[in-house]
């Protein structure tokens, strides 16, 4: 599986938007761009992917680079409940390899 | 609601002391996964089944095994607990193994090696 890049953390304040880069610059045609983030003492949690297009859902937006080498999760309005680590996997196949993710901090 | 239970959520077992976690599920799916989260660290693979075929990852020791008797039910064995392999077990479903398919995880099984 090809390799993926996240900062290390990241803080935002409440109710503000928060955008998480990931670089994906290995990236073939055929991978997906899927994030997952896991809140303390829990199980990762799916977020959203992609392949191409942008994706939106209720948690989440999903920008993808027009050279898919790079992505951006953003969440329009964070909450305390969103401080997690996030992690961005690149998928070909049936296996979620994890980076080491962002650690996202929600000041309130 | 369909989920990923895993039991117990915190197990102690002795060095040496074989030890099994157990995941079920009611969802359906034909692909379950455990990883292994050891502290700070990211989750890692150590194998799948699809159905009832079994993949291991190269580089799972050979202390760990599975089994999945059912489509609902898969069980992690660990023969000899050393220090080491105290950790977070987690395991995982997922309806196929296209690159499109989610993962759904359960809470986990913290392990505790005395």
């Known amino acids: 599986d090809a390799k993926t890049t996240q900062p290390n953390s990241m803080e935002s304040n409440e109710e503000e938007p928060v955008h998480l880069p990931c670089n994906h610059s290995t990236i073939s045609g055929t991978d997906y761009i899927h994030w997952y983030r896991q809140l303390p003492s829990q199980g990762p949690e799916y977020v959203i992917h992609g392949l191409t297009s942008n994706v939106n859902n209720r948690m989440a937006s999903l920008a993808i680079a027009e050279d898919r080498k790079s992505s951006t999760l953003i969440l329009h309005r964070a909450t305390l409940r969103d401080a997690a680590v996030y992690y961005c996997?690149?998928?070909?196949?049936?296996?979620?390899?994890f980076g080491q993710g962002t650690e996202l901090s929600v000041k309130p | 609601d369909a989920m990923v239970i895993q039991n117990p959520r915190y197990q102690v077992t002795q060095f040496g002391k074989p030890v099994t976690l157990s995941c079920s599920q009611t969802?359906?799916?034909?692909?379950m996964y455990w990883y292994q989260q050891k502290s700070s660290q990211a989750p890692k693979l150590l194998f799948h089944?699809?159905?009832?075929?079994?993949?291991n990852e190269a580089d799972t020791p050979d202390n760990f095994q599975s089994r999945r008797p059912n489509t609902s039910f898969c069980f992690l064995d660990i023969r000899s607990p050393g220090l080491g392999d105290a950790a977070m077990y987690l395991c995982?479903?997922?309806?196929?193994?296209?690159?499109?398919?989610?993962?759904?995880f359960g809470p986990g099984t913290r392990l505790t090696v005395l």
């Open positions: 089944y699809y159905d009832k075929d079994f993949n």
């Open positions: 969802l359906n799916h034909n692909v």
């Open positions: 996997i690149l998928r070909d196949g049936g296996k979620l390899i």
């Open positions: 995982a479903t997922s309806r196929g193994q296209g690159s499109h398919n989610e993962q759904f």
